[in-house]
Structure formats: C-alpha cells, structure tokens
C-alpha cells in the first residue's frame, strides 16, 4: 500500500474518533486530521473564539492540549499502545488570533519497550511561524 494511502485511511480514522468522542477529545471537533502514518501526525485548524482567552490569544491550556492528542495520534499511528502521559514540555513562542490557521505536525522521535518520545510544533499556515513547540513522553508498555 501506497504511503500517501496508508496516510488518508490513518486521517479517516482519527477523523472518525474525534467525530464520535464523547469525552474530552471533542474539544478537538475543529481540528482536521490531513494526514499521518508511520509515527507521524498532521493537522489544521483555524483558532476560533472558544479557542483564544480573555486577551483574545490561543489559550496556553488548548495548546497544551493539542500537543497531547495529536502526538498521540502520531504514536497510534506507529502502531503502538496509546499509553499515558509521563511528561509534557510545551514552550510557547508566538500568538495565534481567532482566524488564524494553524498547522500542527507531530512526529515520534523513538517508540521503545517502556518509554515513547513525540516532538510536536505549531505552524502559522499562511508563513510557518513557529506559535508553540512541544514534547510528549509515554509509558507504552502495558504487558
């Protein structure tokens, strides 16, 4: 199967996932999956006003929550257990407004025995401006 393939049919169903979530992955319905596979995730979305804080910026905790998800989709993807988080790290570096459109790319770095190590950045579309860079640290084994 073709890698381009393999990456639509992994969109499709994290896709299907989040439409059908009743729980905490709902906050990610505006999120669009575009691609992914082989321990990699690609998304997009454009901030809406649910998404910005009281200063009108992306809120840090929706950030945060963004680089939880989508590297663990990047992780599903290898395939591996989604396992649980061990530590986050998110270093913010720019603002994103309600209109933005922002572009999160997930990759996992090394998926071992105990331990999965995920990068993740947030990218302005319309220039690649870096908004936020993450880590995601995992506990996999579930034996």
């Known amino acids: 199967m073709g890698t381009r393939k ?14 059908k ?17 082989d321990g990699v995730c ?5 901030v809406d006003k649910e998404h910005v804080n009281k200063g009108g910026g992306l809120h840090g905790g929706y950030t945060a929550t ?7 989709y ?8 989604p396992g649980v988080s061990v530590d986050i790290n998110v270093n913010y570096l720019k603002g994103a407004r309600v209109g933005d459109e922002v ?10 025995k105990n331990l999965a190590y995920i990068d993740c950045v947030l990218k302005h579309k ?16 579930f034996e």
Request: aromatic share 6%; glycine share 10%.
């Open 74 to 81: 990047a992780l599903m993807s290898k395939p591996c257990h």
């Open 103 to 112: 572009v999160i790319e997930a990759n996992t770095v090394r998926a071992g």
């Open 66 to 72: 963004l680089v939880d998800m989508v590297t663990t």
């Open 21 to 37: 979530a009743t729980g905490f992955e709902r906050h990610l319905e505006k999120v669009k999956i575009i691609g992914g596979g």
């Open 126 to 141: 319309k220039n690649n401006a870096v908004i936020a860079k993450g880590t995601h640290t995992k506990y996999v084994n």
């Open 6 to 19: 393999k990456g639509l049919e992994f969109a499709k169903h994290i896709s299907e996932i989040i439409a």
């Open 42 to 46: 690609t998304a997009e979305f454009t």
